[in-house]
């Protein structure tokens, strides 16, 4: 006989089930193929935060209050990031990625679910240390309007620069970060000259479709969210969204080895998860 503590999980399991479909169907965000433990546990804290006894109550909400759907789009999109995280990964970009893409005469960097944008100023700044900037064309895209809006301002909390700070430092830096900001009202705003080359653009990595023809795209911290379906079809879509030789930066606890695309990249800075795609046809 299956306990009642089995049967209130089945019974949640159903409701998220459905919850998800609702959001798919009613408002084309498709987060089916989102891990299950992530989506629980954020739908949880979005629950609990609204007032919601039940997902049942909380679907009946996301159906008929227009101001629950930009929630549950955050709740479930929400990353947590800084600029510069991980210094080690941005050095290695620095030492061993910026060589090769200086033999191009122009360039084409994504970065995927940019959410509020530390990574792409992370990468432009970097690109203008390098010499690299005027020769770029940075794309910025995430499912989540609020974050791309975000990003778009370049405004941060004054008390994360210091972490910002220091992490530009150990990522090989060529100058102070403060180069890059202004500050005042307890905001740091970064410079708008870092945008005049971004394309900022909503983009789904769940079903939308080939993104450009990138010399590098970095996807940091994203995957571990999808299940292993989708994660085998956002590394189909960055394959064929690259050009051959093209460099492919994920997060440190993600990898391409038990992938279909696994074949389709060679390691090229392993410790840092830095590859680069071999061939067209994988």
Not at 37 to 46: C, G, M, N, T
Not at 132 to 147: G, H, K, M, V, W
Not at 162 to 186: C, K, V
Request: glycine share 6%.
């Amino acid at each position: 006989m299956t306990s009642p503590t089995a049967q209130a999980d089945r019974v949640e399991a159903i409701e998220i089930e459905l919850l998800l479909e609702a959001m798919y169907q009613r408002f084309h965000y498709d987060f089916r193929g989102y891990s299950r433990a992530s989506v629980k546990r954020r739908l949880r804290q979005l629950r609990e935060r609204l007032g919601y006894r039940t997902y049942s109550a909380l679907l009946e909400g996301l159906l008929h209050d227009p101001a629950v759907v930009p929630q549950v789009i955050a709740y479930l999109t929400v990353q947590v990031s800084e600029m510069f995280r991980d210094p080690s990964y941005f050095r290695a970009l620095r030492e061993h990625v910026v060589p090769h893409l200086r033999t191009y005469p122009s360039l084409k960097v994504w970065v995927a679910g940019c959410s509020s944008g530390e990574e792409l100023y992370s990468l432009a700044i970097l690109f203008r240390e390098e010499g690299l900037e005027q020769r770029t064309l940075f794309y910025a895209t995430d499912i989540n309007p609020s974050a791309l809006e975000a990003a778009a301002s370049g405004v941060y909390n004054l008390d994360r620069i210091r972490g910002f700070t220091e992490n530009h430092q150990q990522s090989g830096g060529r100058s102070s970060l403060s180069d890059y900001y202004t500050t005042g009202y307890g905001k740091a705003t970064f410079d708008r000259r870092l945008r005049e080359r971004v394309v900022f653009s909503d983009h789904s990595l769940v079903t939308d479709a080939v993104f450009g023809e990138m010399h590098l795209i970095s996807c940091r911290n994203v995957l571990i969210y999808f299940d292993n379906t989708l994660q085998d079809r956002t590394l189909k879509l960055f394959n064929d969204s690259l050009i051959r030789k093209g460099f492919l930066g994920l997060g440190s606890k993600e990898s391409i080895r038990f992938s279909s695309q696994a074949t389709a990249f060679q390691d090229f800075v392993p410790g840092e998860r830095i590859y680069q795609k071999t061939s067209d046809d994988a």
